[in-house]
């Protein structure tokens, strides 16, 4: 870590805590598109192939009150994540870690109940088990966007379908996708979800969109 990296950090850690203190430990609220293919777990890692799976693992908790953090990436689009569920008032943005990624993942960690990381192309065995070391004991959850050794469940789009253009017009509207649960060797489990719908929710293609449920995930 660079001497400069030490005191933002710090700084980093007092200011989270000023506003949320330490998270307690609770039940992670799992955004019901994903019911039946996945059920959030305290202090475990969820690896996903796009940024808007990782969108959909953090709107969940975020919308049961749950701060998050994204470290690493500047894709997560402000106006789809608050239409998600995503609170974006107790959300923290840190783009370009630099070096520091490590550090700054684990200081989040240790304030957060959601942290997004924009995973390096290689991570060393030893950073995997202190940052899981970190979540077991904070009962924090990790969502490695890009591949991460050990995770709990590994999350990927299929079958990728976008609804609203034509043939060489319109604006795209929609995006049905098949979303793939694969947890260990266990067989995958498969769900059709709106990725999002033309109202910017995400819900499972079957269910039917509510007034009440447009903006909500609770």
Do not use: N
């Amino acid at each position: 870590m660079s001497p400069s990296a030490a005191p933002t950090l710090s700084e980093l850690r007092e200011r989270v805590q000023q506003m949320q203190g330490r998270p307690a430990a609770q039940p992670v609220a799992t955004h019901p598109a994903l019911s039946g293919l996945l059920q959030l777990q305290a202090g475990s890692t969820y690896s996903v192939d796009s940024m808007s799976l990782a969108v959909a693992l953090m709107a969940g908790p975020s919308a049961d009150g749950a701060w998050c953090g994204v470290v690493g990436t500047a894709e997560l689009g402000l106006e789809a994540a608050a239409a998600a569920g995503v609170e974006l008032r107790r959300t923290i943005l840190v783009p370009d870690p630099g070096d520091a990624w490590l550090e700054v993942t684990a200081a989040l960690i240790d304030v957060l109940g959601v942290v997004v990381l924009r995973a390096p192309s290689f991570v060393a065995a030893k950073d995997v088990s202190r940052i899981s070391a970190r979540l077991r004991q904070r009962g924090g959850i990790l969502v490695a966007y890009g591949d991460w050794p050990r995770s709990e469940a590994r999350l990927s789009m299929r079958d990728v379908e976008w609804v609203g253009v034509g043939r060489g017009h319109g604006h795209l509207q929609a995006r049905r996708v098949t979303v793939e649960v694969q947890r260990g060797t266990a067989p995958a489990r498969r769900g059709r979800l709106w990725l999002p719908d033309a109202s910017q929710v995400i819900r499972r293609v079957e269910d039917t969109p509510s007034p009440s449920r447009l903006r909500s995930v609770s």
